[in-house]
Structure formats: structure tokens, C-alpha cells
């Protein structure tokens, strides 16, 4: 298996613009995690789904971001419009049975 | 929800000595409790996990142990190696089930040769 897959590896966007992140989990994994990860807050769990039906979002920051899971391997997580505060690396996690779990190489998303 | 404390936020070791890592927790419903390994620029990853109903588990040069009464768990390296040198994140969770994994803030390992 390749791992989790994550695309692009980075983006430099200007604010208020849409930036899409997207996230290929481990086939037969049924947890998938999207995590932000900065210098001040460290990584912070955004929100996770679990056979493709999302369980929490209560670390989305704000409205701005939403994620989706239209199927069992594809995951992706907007943000819209996008500010500088958004700037950090975002990593995609999947799991079986919400146990080790397997990150993605992360995206590296730079507003300006 | 949970909270995980994680200390000390940057340890430098000689090589070949031992280093600690100590993380605290704070939901008793939590039962999983993983460690990653961050170097620069790259992704977390896995490196020794333990759950609730073992009190201590190595792998070669690696240990985990955990106290479920104070809440606590560390991770122990021994013969430490220049590679060993990353960021070191603890993470509880309950695993199984709901709730995602909450992770400490890192500790920065240097090994100096």
C-alpha cells in the first residue's frame, strides 16, 4: 500500500481565496482524521469520519472550513475564503478501528 | 474533552545515554496511548503504542509505560543514537470507539555526540 496520500503538498494562496486540501486514506481503513498542525497550538484534531460519515467537527475552527467523505477513499477538507491565520500544515490520518494511526505526508498551506 | 500535557518541551541527551519523556492525561475513559516521531519537515509517525490493560511495552531500544491511576505514561530511550534526534508527541484517545486522539505538544529530543 502506498499510504495515506495527500495532494498538494503545498499551496501558497492569496487571502479569500478557496484552497481544497485532499486526502486518499489506507484502502480498508474506516477512520480518516484531519489534523492541523502549527508551531503555537500544535496539532489540533479538526474533524474525523468514520465509514465515510463525519462523527465530530468540533475542532473546525470556524464556518470557513468544511470536509467531506464522498466515499471510502477520498477525503477532502475547504476552506473559504481563506485567511493568513489559516497558514499551517494540514495532515490527513486514517486508521482501523481507530487505532495507529497512518499520516499523510501533510500539506503546507501559506495564505498571504 | 481531553487533555494531554506532555514535558519536557525540549531535551538534550549525550549520545548513548537514556532519555524520558512524561505526558499526563486527563479523561479516565481514555485507554490508548501512542507515541509519534517528527522529524523536520516530514510526517508523524507511529513508533510504540500501549493500551490500558498492559502497564508497560518495549520494542529494542524503545519503552512505553503507563500508570492509569495518576494518569501518566512515558516514553524511555535507551543507547540513544544521533537518528533518535526529532520531535517526540504523545497522544491519548480511547480508542475502539469514539473520539479522536488528543496529542501533547512535542518534545524536542537532541542527542549530542
Known amino acids: 500500500d502506498a499510504g495515506v496520500i495527500q495532494s498538494p503538498r503545498h499551496e501558497v494562496t492569496e487571502m479569500g481565496q478557496e484552497v481544497t486540501l485532499r486526502c486518499k486514506p489506507i484502502?480498508?481503513?474506516?477512520?480518516l482524521f484531519w489534523y492541523r498542525q502549527t508551531m503555537m497550538r500544535g496539532l489540533e484534531l479538526l474533524i474525523y469520519?468514520?465509514?465515510?460519515?463525519?462523527?465530530?467537527d468540533s475542532g473546525m475552527p470556524e464556518d470557513r472550513f468544511s470536509a467531506k467523505m464522498p466515499n471510502a477513499s477520498f477525503s477532502t477538507l475547504k476552506i473559504q475564503p481563506s485567511e493568513p491565520r489559516d497558514s499551517a500544515v494540514y495532515f490527513c490520518?486514517?486508521?482501523?478501528?481507530?487505532?495507529?494511526?497512518?499520516f499523510g505526508s501533510g500539506t503546507r498551506l501559506t495564505v498571504v | 474533552g481531553e487533555n494531554v500535557e506532555q514535558h519536557p518541551s525540549t531535551l538534550s541527551v549525550q549520545e548513548g545515554d537514556s532519555a524520558v519523556i512524561k505526558c499526563t492525561y486527563s479523561?479516565?475513559?481514555?485507554?490508548?496511548f501512542p507515541w509519534y516521531k517528527q522529524e523536520l519537515g516530514k510526517r508523524p509517525q507511529l513508533i510504540i503504542d500501549?493500551?490500558?490493560?498492559?502497564g508497560e511495552k518495549k520494542d529494542q531500544r524503545i519503552a512505553v509505560t503507563l500508570n492509569k491511576t495518576a494518569k501518566h505514561f512515558s516514553l524511555h530511550i535507551t543507547e540513544t543514537q544521533p537518528e533518535d534526534s526529532a520531535v517526540y508527541f504523545c497522544?491519548?484517545?480511547?480508542?475502539?470507539?469514539?473520539?479522536?486522539?488528543?496529542f501533547g505538544k512535542g518534545t524536542h529530543l537532541i542527542i549530542q555526540p
Open positions: 490520518a486514517s486508521s482501523y478501528s481507530n487505532y495507529g494511526y497512518t
Open positions: 484502502s480498508g481503513h474506516d477512520y
Open positions: 469520519f468514520n465509514n465515510n460519515v463525519p462523527i465530530d
Open positions: 479523561d479516565s475513559a481514555s485507554n490508548y
Open positions: 500501549i493500551r490500558s490493560n498492559v
Open positions: 497522544a491519548a484517545g480511547p480508542g475502539g470507539g469514539a473520539d479522536g486522539l488528543t
